[in-house]
C-alpha cells in the first residue's frame, strides 16, 4: 500500500506556481491577485480562508479578503461581486461557500464573471468543461485528477466508482474521469443516496472517490485487493483530546481499507490541500488570460 501524500504535492506545485510567479514579476508584470469573500463566521470557512490567503503569500500573488457580515443582504453581496467583477487588479475571485439561507448561492455564482470565476463553480465554466474547452476546473476534482498523475496511477480503462453526485466535486469528477484524457478513460458508475446495492458496484471498482460526507462510510468488506481510495470526505466530528475540539475524518474507514489497497490518500493530507493548489493554478491561468 502506498500513501499518497497531497501536502507534500500541495507543497511542490505552490513552489512551482511561486517560480513562475517571480518570472511574472521580474518581466515587469504585476503579480497574480486572488481575491475572497468570506460571509459570517462560520468555523470551518474562516479556516479555509485563511488558509487560501496563506497560500497566496506564499506563492507571492497579492491577495485580498472581503469580510462581510452573515446578515448582508443578497443584494449587497451581488455588489461586492459586481465590484470585484470590475476591478482590474483582481484576476480571479472566490465566494467562500456556503452562504446564509437567505441567500441564493446559485444566483451569487452566476453572477460572477466567468473569467473571474477561479472556483470553477459558474455554469460556463462547468459547460466548457463537459465539453472539453478550456475552463477553469473545479478545484478539488483537479486536485484529485493531479494526485493520480503525479503518482502515475493508470486510470485508462479503469472502473471508477465515485460516491456522490455534488455539484463541486462528484459530477465533476465522474465527468472527468471519464473524458478520453490522462488521467481519464476510466469507465465510471456515479453513485449516490438512491443508489442500491452500493457495496456490489464499490466491491467491482479498481477506483473509488469517496466525497458523501459521511465518516468511515467505506468499510473493508466494500473494496477489492489492489483497489485505489480516494478520500474526499472532511467532517469535523468534537473531539476534547484535541487541541482544537475536533478532529477531521474521512469518508474512509482508513485502518482496515488502507491494507487492501493499491495507492490510498489519507484524511487529512490527501486531497484537501490539493484543493489550494489548484485554486492557486487557476488563478495564475487568470493573471496570464490563459483561458479566457
Ligand atoms: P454534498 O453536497 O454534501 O453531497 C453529498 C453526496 O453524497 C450527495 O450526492 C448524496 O446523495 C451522497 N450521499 C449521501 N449519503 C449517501 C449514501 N449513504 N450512499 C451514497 N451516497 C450518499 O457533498 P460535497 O459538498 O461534495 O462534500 C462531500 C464531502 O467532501 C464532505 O465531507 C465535504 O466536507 C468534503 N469536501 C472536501 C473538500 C476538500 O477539499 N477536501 C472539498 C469539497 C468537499 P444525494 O445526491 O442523493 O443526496
Known amino acids: 500500500m502506498q500513501l499518497i501524500d497531497g501536502k507534500s504535492i500541495s507543497e511542490a506545485i505552490q513552489v512551482e506556481i511561486g517560480e513562475q510567479v517571480a518570472l511574472l514579476t521580474q518581466s515587469g508584470q504585476r503579480a497574480p491577485h486572488l481575491a475572497a469573500v468570506l460571509v459570517g463566521n462560520d468555523g470551518g470557512s474562516e479556516t479555509y480562508v485563511a488558509n487560501k490567503i496563506k497560500a497566496c503569500h506564499k506563492a507571492g500573488f497579492g491577495s485580498s479578503l472581503i469580510r462581510l457580515e452573515s446578515s448582508v443582504s443578497e443584494k449587497e453581496l451581488l455588489a ?88 463541486i466535486v462528484g459530477s465533476p469528477m465522474s465527468i472527468l474521469l471519464a473524458k478520453n484524457s490522462s488521467p481519464g478513460n476510466c469507465t465510471v458508475t456515479l453513485c449516490h443516496s438512491k443508489t442500491k446495492n452500493l457495496k456490489s458496484l464499490t466491491q467491482q471498482a479498481d477506483i473509488v472517490v469517496c466525497a458523501l460526507g459521511k465518516p468511515g462510510f467505506l468499510s473493508a468488506d466494500m473494496v477489492k485487493e489492489g483497489v485505489v481510495v480516494i478520500d474526499v470526505g472532511t467532517t469535523r466530528v468534537s473531539d476534547r483530546s484535541a487541541k482544537r475540539g475536533y478532529r477531521l475524518m474521512g469518508d474512509v474507514k482508513f485502518d482496515e481499507v488502507a491494507p487492501k489497497c493499491s495507492y490510498i490518500t489519507p484524511v487529512p493530507g490527501g486531497v484537501g490541500p490539493m484543493t489550494i493548489a489548484s485554486l492557486l493554478q487557476n488563478t495564475l491561468l487568470a493573471a496570464n488570460k490563459a483561458i479566457y
Open 80 to 167: 461586492t461581486v459586481d465590484s470585484l467583477n470590475n476591478n482590474p487588479d483582481v484576476d480571479g475571485f472566490i465566494v467562500q461557500l456556503p452562504l446564509p439561507a437567505h441567500i441564493d448561492e446559485r444566483k451569487i455564482i452566476e453572477a460572477i464573471r466567468p473569467e473571474k470565476d477561479v472556483d470553477g463553480f459558474h455554469p460556463v465554466n462547468v459547460g466548457r468543461m463537459v465539453l472539453n474547452l478550456p475552463a477553469y476546473i473545479c478545484a478539488t476534482p483537479n486536485g484529485i485528477l493531479q494526485l493520480l498523475k503525479r503518482y502515475s496511477i493508470e486510470t485508462e480503462g479503469k472502473h471508477c466508482v465515485v460516491i456522490g453526485r455534488s455539484n
